[in-house]
Each structure stands twice: as structure tokens, then as C-alpha cells.
């Protein structure tokens, strides 16, 4: 049977280290993935009973208890307990891991995330009305999300000079207010903005080759937007 002696790096070599300084990871089954006790982005993988030491990709953490080929995942699905430990970060631009997803770097922007994959980031937006959650990685209501610096941007102003009306409620059919209202642009008709529980400003696109339709307050066709 085969084993592997480690000495965690975090760990000065001296005399008179303890038990808990050093591992020796000894392969349970012959065949197999299993975790290492102390980091949640380290397994071990036996064949035929050898041994062989290895790391997720960097914002990735191993899951025992997955019935995949791979075992790493994001860190929103995986119960680490007490594996605490993590690989060293190898941040590149606005990914602070090389995989994972992380939230925009200025807190006060909650409805935009970055998906990593490999060190490459693709910006992600939340649907209208969610903020992005620093727990579960996904978009919820904002109550859920709980980030208290989002509300920092209530009546701001955008870049362009567009600033949600403060005392304009817009209803829909029934008479209802609606709770985030769009605008349309004055000037480009495939885009719009979009007011957070009608105080945040938020900038809207079109996907291509459709335009803005005020009275749907959606983007649509531009032969069923009046004026096109």
C-alpha cells in the first residue's frame, strides 16, 4: 500500500513539530478520490492502492461526496466543514481566483458578477431587480442578498446625466406600481435604463436587432414600436 508524507507549507520546519504538523495520507480503498482532511481544494487519488497528491484549479473545492469523474466544484455547493484550508489565490484582473464568481469590485454595483473560468472573466448582469449573492453565488431579491452598500446608489446620477424620477411612480395595467420601472433612452432606441426599486439607476441593452418598446416596457420588434 502506498502513502504520502506531507508537511504543510504553512508550517515552519523545526524541532519538536507536533502530530497535527505533519499528514500521511494512506489510501482507504484501492481505487479512488479522496479529500485531505485539513483543505477543501486537495484530494488524493489512489490506483490500485498508489497514491498520488492533487489541487482543484485554483476557486475550485473537491466534494467527497459527488458522484462525478470531477470532483471540484464551486465552493456554493460544497460543505468543506472543517477543511478550512485553501490553495494560495492567483488573481488576474477582476477574477480574485482563477475560477468561481465573484462579485463587481465596486461594492455599491450589485446587479453585475464576473463568471471566472481559467483566469478569464465574463461579465455577467442579474436579472432586473436582484443583486448578486456573496453566498450562494447566484441573483436574489435584495433582501436575500443583504449587501449593504447597494442602497449607496439611490438618486445617483449616471454618466450620461440620467437620474430615476423622484417624484414619478409607474404603474402598470392594473393600476399597480411597478416596483423597478424602465426609461427609454433619449438617444438610441436599443437601449434604456432600469430604476432599482425605482431609486437605483441601472443601464439596459437590447439584444441585437431589437429595440426598446416603452409601452411594453421590454425590448421587442422595432415594426411593433411606435415611431420606429
Not at 485531505?36 to 485554483?58: F, S, W
Not at 464576473?114 to 436579472?127: F, H, K, L, Q, S
Not at 437601449?191 to 425590448?219: A, H, M, T, W
Request: proline share 8%; net charge negative; charged share 25%.
Amino acid at each position: 500500500m502506498n502513502h504520502v508524507f506531507l508537511l504543510f507549507s504553512n508550517v515552519p520546519i523545526q524541532d519538536g513539530a507536533t502530530d497535527e504538523d505533519y499528514f500521511e495520507f494512506t489510501c482507504p480503498k484501492e481505487d479512488g478520490q479522496f479529500d485531505d482532511p485539513y483543505q477543501c481544494d486537495k484530494y488524493y487519488e489512489c490506483n490500485g492502492g498508489r497514491v498520488t497528491e492533487k489541487l482543484c484549479p485554483d476557486g475550485l473545492v473537491f466534494d467527497p461526496t459527488s458522484k462525478l469523474a470531477n470532483k471540484c466544484d464551486q465552493p456554493y455547493n460544497v460543505d468543506c466543514k472543517d477543511r478550512t484550508e485553501l490553495q494560495k489565490a492567483k488573481p488576474i484582473g477582476v477574477c480574485p481566483r482563477q475560477n468561481g464568481f465573484f462579485p463587481h469590485p465596486d461594492n455599491t454595483i450589485c446587479n453585475v458578477f464576473y463568471n471566472c473560468v481559467n483566469g478569464r472573466e465574463i461579465e455577467m448582469n442579474c436579472v432586473a431587480g436582484l443583486h448578486f449573492s456573496l453566498k450562494t453565488g447566484t441573483c436574489v431579491w435584495p433582501d436575500m442578498a443583504n449587501r449593504e452598500d447597494c442602497g449607496s446608489n439611490a438618486n445617483k446620477k449616471l454618466e450620461d446625466g440620467f437620474q430615476c424620477p423622484k417624484d414619478f411612480q409607474q404603474r402598470d395595467k392594473n393600476g399597480q406600481i411597478i416596483t423597478h420601472p424602465n426609461y427609454p433612452h433619449p438617444e438610441d432606441c436599443s437601449k434604456f435604463y432600469i430604476c432599482l426599486n425605482g431609486v437605483e439607476p441601472r443601464k439596459g441593452n437590447c439584444d441585437s436587432g431589437l429595440v426598446y418598446n416603452e409601452d411594453i416596457q421590454r425590448c421587442d420588434e422595432p415594426e411593433n414600436v411606435p415611431g420606429w
